[in-house]
């Protein structure tokens, strides 16, 4: 298992202004995964973050708009960059064992419910 | 392309049972999550089916028919703290999950 902080727990921005997300996990792992939820909607991946190596995005994300740092094994960040209100949702970090010999759950970190006015 | 449905929202009574479907079309399967997520909360693991059959763990239990690409949770004696969305997460083959967009779940006394 992993426990996984994230914060800010929630926040209130202005548009074209910037918010940075800080996941931190309480083991080391190799892959940590960003992702939002929008309202009534599934989650939707939006990058990899991978350590030591730029992030992996999903198709209808870019860098330019979420910067992701992975500075160590055990903490990352997503910037959501000049904000719109349409970016108002929750964003989550993830952890995740992918493939091996078992396949195990995600553990999510709180979540940040970012308000964009 | 890749595709989970489930209903949207249910509403059950305090004390029943309640069955929630989960129907996937995915580039390969390498096993089907259900979460629990309370409003405001991130998601919270419930079950992993990775071959037919049901699991079964406490009040909760799991379905899983590959063949059909169909799951369901069953909750038994329902209770009010059950009340939450209910998500169905498919592993594809490159082991990224997609996910359904949840099922409400209103239980009412």
């Known amino acids: 298992s992993a426990v996984i902080s994230q914060k800010p727990s929630r926040d209130i921005c202005q548009r074209g202004t910037s918010l940075t997300i800080q996941c931190q996990v309480d083991?080391?792992?190799?892959?940590m995964f960003w992702y939002r939820q929008q309202p009534g909607q599934s989650l939707t991946l939006i990058a990899t973050a991978n350590q030591g190596s730029e992030a992996t995005y999903e198709s209808g994300f870019v860098i330019d708009k979420f910067p992701i740092s992975r500075p160590n094994l055990t903490f990352s960040t997503l910037t959501v960059s000049n904000m719109s209100p349409e970016d108002s949702s929750i964003y989550l970090c993830?952890?995740?064992?992918?493939?091996?010999?078992?396949?195990?759950?995600?553990?999510f970190g709180q979540g940040t419910r970012l308000t964009v006015v | 392309g890749q595709n989970i449905d489930q209903p949207t929202e249910m509403t059950a009574t305090e004390g029943a049972i309640v069955q929630i479907n989960c129907t996937y079309q995915?580039?390969?399967?390498?096993?089907l999550f259900w979460y629990q997520q309370h409003a405001g909360e991130a998601p919270t693991f419930l079950s992993y089916n990775v071959l037919d059959g049901l699991e079964e763990k406490g009040r909760f239990s799991s379905f899983l028919s590959r063949s059909k690409g169909y799951s369901y949770l069953l909750l038994k004696e329902l209770q009010m703290k059950d009340s939450a969305s209910y998500l169905c997460?498919?592993?594809?083959?490159?082991?990224?999950?997609?996910w359904g967009a949840g099922t409400k779940l209103i239980i009412k006394p």
């Open positions: 083991s080391q792992v190799t892959m």
């Open positions: 993830s952890v995740e064992d992918r493939g091996g010999q078992v396949n195990t759950e995600a553990f």
């Open positions: 995915t580039s390969g399967f390498n096993g």
């Open positions: 997460a498919v592993s594809d083959s490159n082991y990224q999950l997609i």
